[in-house]
């Protein structure tokens, strides 16, 4: 569960030092405070965009597969930050930390019905949903200290280690499930099909979507 939390630890606590280091990406790269602000909608995209595309590949490759190159993905983003010398690379980072963030995120929650007895569930999601306040009550601070300390490339480059470090652990100690043949010789498109004939499926989607679109109009505001 700790592991599976880190995801969403590790992406949160770099949207939130992202938005508190704003003034200094603007004033480094000679951009306006909303200009810099966009790396934030362009991940946010990314990971609307990249969570429903790649969720047919999990029921395919596996879940833990998923996760685990989740947070290889992250890690890597985050030392690409630490390392950009211009705003173009910053762009193309933003966008691999989305990919990280929309495969690790929603997929980290799917782990659950493998490892967990469905009685269990409510207090297997909250323990992982903890990775989300844990980033803005501490990883974001700590975030926030270090690139007043020392500069925010630092910020990035430490999360960044931390992000790998878990990637190891999650590879070496998340369990693999078996995959149904049934799933790997379905195609791409057949899930979607599959999903959209329950009548329940279609109305929790809708609801789901809107809850959502509110949700990040009024985060983003």
Request: with cysteine.
């Amino acid at each position: 569960l700790t592991v599976l939390s880190v995801c969403l630890f590790s992406y949160s606590t770099a949207i939130g030092i992202l938005s508190a280091i704003l003034v200094d990406l603007s004033k480094e790269f000679d951009v306006s405070v909303a200009g810099a602000g966009q790396l934030i909608t362009i991940s946010l995209i990314t990971v609307a965009l990249s969570a429903p595309l790649i969720g047919p590949f999990s029921d395919r490759i596996g879940r833990k597969r998923i996760v685990v190159i989740a947070q290889l993905l992250l890690g890597i983003s985050l030392f690409g930050y630490s390392i950009s010398k211009n705003f173009s690379t910053l762009i193309a980072f933003s966008v691999l930390l989305g990919m990280g963030g929309g495969m690790g995120m929603p997929f980290s929650f799917n782990l659950v019905s493998e490892y967990f007895h469905s009685q269990t569930y409510g207090k297997a999601i909250s323990i992982i949903s903890a990775g989300q306040p844990i980033a803005l009550l501490a990883g974001v601070p700590i975030g926030a200290f270090i690139a007043d300390k020392w500069g925010w490339q630092w910020s990035f480059f430490i999360l960044g280690l931390f992000t790998l470090g878990s990637f190891l652990i999650a590879h070496f100690i998340l369990i693999p499930a078996k995959i149904a043949l049934s799933e790997k010789r379905k195609t791409y498109f057949s899930n979607f099909i599959e999903a959209f004939h329950y009548r329940n499926f279609k109305a929790i989607i809708t609801s789901n979507t809107l809850f959502s679109v509110a949700h990040f109009a009024i985060a983003t505001y």
